[in-house]
């Protein structure tokens, strides 16, 4: 975390060095990002960038990106959930059955779908919130439950297709509000295009007024060239990512759905009472029962969080796989938990943040996109994730006890 000095007479700027060593872990992970897409890139023979490829990476990760906000609050919490997988996949046949088998309406089913998740989070949590049953436990018995209901509901078998509204969930791409544009020989969904620019123009204006109330309150801030700079790079990246997306179909419906979660997710840990209470119950639980956080009724409203999330990202991969099957969900809990892991949560908790585990998934998802078009073998790619997993963890133990 970044130490901020007041200053009562003036603000002072920072240096590049005091602020790379407070924000190790933030920039490491930028630019492992980064090094990591730039290698496939480079690897792949300029597949990793083409737009379609780009628009699949983005829809095969979606659902891991919507587990693992909920499970960074699970983690920053002191507690893990190993049942994610299991209970995406539940509810993805639920889901078939309701709308396949049943001829349910897309939009009720999905309602009931997110209510089943919030049923099974709360049923979780209060075996580990109020009768003190460790989170590893309760959760490994739900992922073998799940993973049998799931097999009983469908019979052993798939179920599908899905309805075809129910498929834009995940298949879907926003409509073209404004006409297309012809630039270079290709054609630009101007949606899309006047969407990225919007969101830069959002990133940069929160970004300044973040900076002026940091001086205004006397606070230190970056330099101001690293400041220019940082905004820029963050900048041109998501312009190009938008042009990458305008070129193809442009933005599908499921990066919406991931953005609003992102930007709520965001907004709960660091503006809200309940984040702020989330953190000091990972940091101490003790401490943050004296000093009167309810720390039962917490842990349960954070795996309340996880259930509707997973039940979230079990729908959209039914939707993008149009069948839900017996095996669906298998191994999510893993690509979960590396990501959070991966994005600078502490296995201790207390620590964490959306960012992180947003780029953690993408570095997971760009590693699996990666290898799979260089034709590594899945028993090479499992290595090679284990290793990474295992290195983010120690580089944040060897941070803790270096500090």
């Known amino acids: 975390m970044t130490t901020e000095t007041v200053t009562p007479a003036h603000t002072t700027q920072l240096s590049v060095r005091s602020l790379l060593q407070s924000n190790l872990r933030d920039f490491g992970l930028v630019i492992a990002l980064l090094v990591i897409m730039v290698f496939f890139q480079f690897t792949t023979g300029g597949v990793l960038f083409k737009p379609v490829n780009l628009t699949n990476l983005v829809l095969q990760n979606s659902y891991i990106i919507i587990m693992a906000l909920g499970m960074l609050l699970v983690i920053v919490a002191g507690h893990i959930d190993l049942s994610v997988g299991s209970v995406s996949g539940f509810?993805?046949?639920?889901?078939?059955?309701?709308?396949?088998?049943?001829?349910?309406?897309?939009?009720?089913?999905?309602?009931i779908c997110m209510v089943v998740g919030a049923i099974i989070g709360a049923s979780q949590g209060y075996w580990i919130a109020y009768l003190k049953i460790p989170s590893f436990i309760v959760t490994l018995a739900g992922m073998l439950v799940f993973k049998g209901l799931s097999l009983a509901i469908l019979g052993g078998a798939s179920v599908g297709p899905f309805p075809t509204e129910f498929q834009l969930l995940s298949a879907g791409f926003i409509p073209d509000l404004l006409p297309a544009v012809v630039l270079g020989g290709v054609t630009l969904r101007t949606t899309t295009l006047v969407i990225g620019i919007a969101i830069v123009a959002a990133m940069v204006f929160f970004s300044l007024r973040g900076r002026s109330r940091r001086i205004k309150n006397g606070y230190d801030v970056e330099p101001s060239m690293l400041f220019i700079f940082k905004n820029l790079i963050i900048g041109a990246l998501v312009l190009y990512f938008s042009y990458l997306l305008a070129s193809y179909k442009g933005l599908p419906n499921v990066l919406i759905v991931m953005s609003i979660l992102i930007t709520l997710f965001v907004f709960i840990t660091r503006r809200t009472t309940l984040g702020r209470r989330i953190y000091a119950l990972g940091g101490n639980a003790k401490a943050a029962q004296l000093s009167g956080i309810k720390t039962e009724r917490l842990t349960f409203i954070v795996f309340i969080i996880m259930g509707v999330l997973s039940a979230v990202a079990g729908l959209i991969f039914a939707a993008r796989?149009?069948?839900?099957?017996?095996?669906?969900?298998?191994?999510?809990?893993?690509?979960?938990?590396a990501a959070v892991f991966i994005g600078g949560a502490s296995a201790m908790g207390g620590v964490g943040q959306v960012a992180g585990a947003v780029i953690g998934a993408f570095i997971m998802g760009v590693m699996n996109n990666g290898m799979s078009i260089m034709g590594v073998n899945i028993d090479w790619q499992q290595v090679i994730k284990g290793l990474v997993l295992l290195g983010a963890v120690v580089f944040d133990v060897y941070n803790k006890n270096k500090g």
């Open 91 to 111: 509810v993805g046949a639920l889901a078939a059955i309701l709308m396949v088998t049943y001829h349910m309406p897309a939009i009720p089913a999905g309602l």
């Open 321 to 337: 796989l149009n069948t839900a099957t017996p095996k669906a969900g298998q191994g999510f809990e893993l690509d979960v938990i």
